[in-house]
Nanobody
Framework: QVQLVESGGGLVQAGGSLSLSCAAS????????MGWYRQAPGKQRELVEF???????VYADSVKGRFTISRDNTKNTVYLQMNSLKPEDTAVYYC??????????????WGQGTQVTVSS
C-alpha cells in the first residue's frame, strides 16, 4: 500500500516560515513528479510547486521567490520550505506524487493534507 505522509503544518505569523515534508512509503521506485497542492476555504485546489526526479521545478506565480521545493530521491521524500508567509497562504496543503507523465500518470497518490495558517 502506497502512502504519502505529510508533516510540518501549523500556525505562524505573517512574514514567518514553515517547512513541510512528505514521505512516501510502500514503493520500490521513485515518483517522477512530487510536490504540493493547496486548497483554501471556499477556493479551488491549486498547484503550489512540483519537482521531478531530475530536480526540474514548476511553481505558482504567487509563491515564486518565497517557497522552495526539494527532494531526496533516496528517501522518497519531498520538502517545501515556505518563507515570507502571507495570510493568503493559509490553506490545507496536500502532498501529491505521480508516476509516469504529468498528463497521463501511471499512478497518482495524495496525502491526507496538513493545515497551514498564517495570521496577520
Amino acid at each position: 500500500q502506497v502512502q504519502l505522509v505529510e508533516s510540518g503544518g501549523g500556525l505562524v505569523q505573517a512574514g514567518g516560515s514553515l517547512s513541510l515534508s512528505c514521505a512516501a512509503s510502500g514503493i520500490i521506485f521513485s515518483f517522477n513528479h512530487m510536490g504540493w497542492y493547496r486548497q483554501a476555504p471556499g477556493k479551488q485546489r491549486e498547484l503550489v510547486e512540483f519537482i521531478t526526479t531530475g530536480y526540474s521545478t514548476v511553481y505558482a506565480d504567487s509563491v515564486k521567490g518565497r517557497f522552495t521545493i526539494s527532494r531526496d530521491n533516496t528517501k522518497n521524500t519531498v520538502y517545501l520550505q515556505m518563507n515570507s508567509l502571507k495570510p493568503e497562504d493559509t490553506a490545507v496543503y496536500y502532498c501529491n506524487a505521480k508516476r509516469g507523465t504529468w498528463s497521463t500518470p501511471l499512478s497518482n497518490y495524495w496525502g491526507q493534507g496538513t493545515q497551514v495558517t498564517v495570521s496577520s
